[in-house]
């Protein structure tokens, strides 16, 4: 099977844009999740999707925002850009909520 | 925040076995232990997972003790290739429970030749 794969690898914006970041999960899972990677704080849980259904949410501010399409196939925004949000941002699926998660190489989103 | 407490930094000779250690006293009765593993700029790479026996697979071997209050991640064979932040997590493993990892700050493995 193919992995988790998210596009674009790499994206520079400008602060009070916004930005919308893909996830294509492995084939056959239903659970998508969401983390941001900064040097600061780590790994951090954004939300998680399960069936079109966002089911956990992390503390993120209202900009942050995402969906989960039919295909499970998901999408996550961030709009107004402040450049705090300069990070790697990674997807996860799994077959179910509560299996092992398998990541993708991430998108590497520069705020300028 | 992360339940588990691990060390900032270890390393290991080739070859030899790598044993990376975790504390998790405030364990709950079903949680489970997840090892992650996260090589410079990629994404994280799952590992192993175990409830309370010990677990092995084609990558590692995890050992948790008998009150569950501790791990300990085995690599047998330490290569270049293992040199990464390895993550110690624990999370419900339930029907219906949320999909998400909290992680910590992870233990720096140097594989050295």
């Known amino acids: 099977k193919a992995g988790v794969t998210q596009t674009p690898r790499y994206l520079i914006k400008t602060r009070g844009q916004q930005v919308t970041l893909s996830c294509s999960p492995i084939s056959g899972h239903r659970s998508v999740s969401w983390y941001q990677q900064t040097p600061g704080q780590g790994l951090q849980f954004l939300f998680e999707y399960f069936s079109e259904t966002q089911r956990n949410k992390g503390n993120f501010p209202g900009r942050f925002s995402g969906r989960q399409f039919s295909n499970s196939r998901s999408e996550m925004n961030v709009s107004t850009l402040e450049l705090g949000d300069s990070a790697l941002y990674l997807c996860a699926s799994s077959e179910q909520a509560d299996n092992e998660q398998f990541f993708g190489p991430g998108t590497r989103l520069t705020v300028l | 925040d992360a339940k588990t407490t691990q060390p900032t930094s270890m390393d290991c000779a080739e070859g030899r076995a790598a044993n990376l250690p975790c504390n998790h006293s405030?364990?709950?009765?079903?949680?489970?232990v997840y090892w992650y593993r996260q090589i410079h700029s990629q994404g994280p790479q799952y590992i192993i997972h175990g409830l309370k026996n010990n677990e092995t697979n084609e990558m590692a071997s995890l050992i948790i003790t008998e009150d569950r209050k501790s791990s300990t991640l085995i690599l047998p064979h330490a290569t270049l290739r293992d040199t990464a932040v390895y993550y110690c997590i624990v999370r419900p493993n339930y029907g219906g429970s949320q999909g998400n990892l909290i992680f910590g700050k992870g233990t720096k493995l140097s594989v050295k030749p």
């Open positions: 405030t364990i709950s009765g079903n949680e489970y």
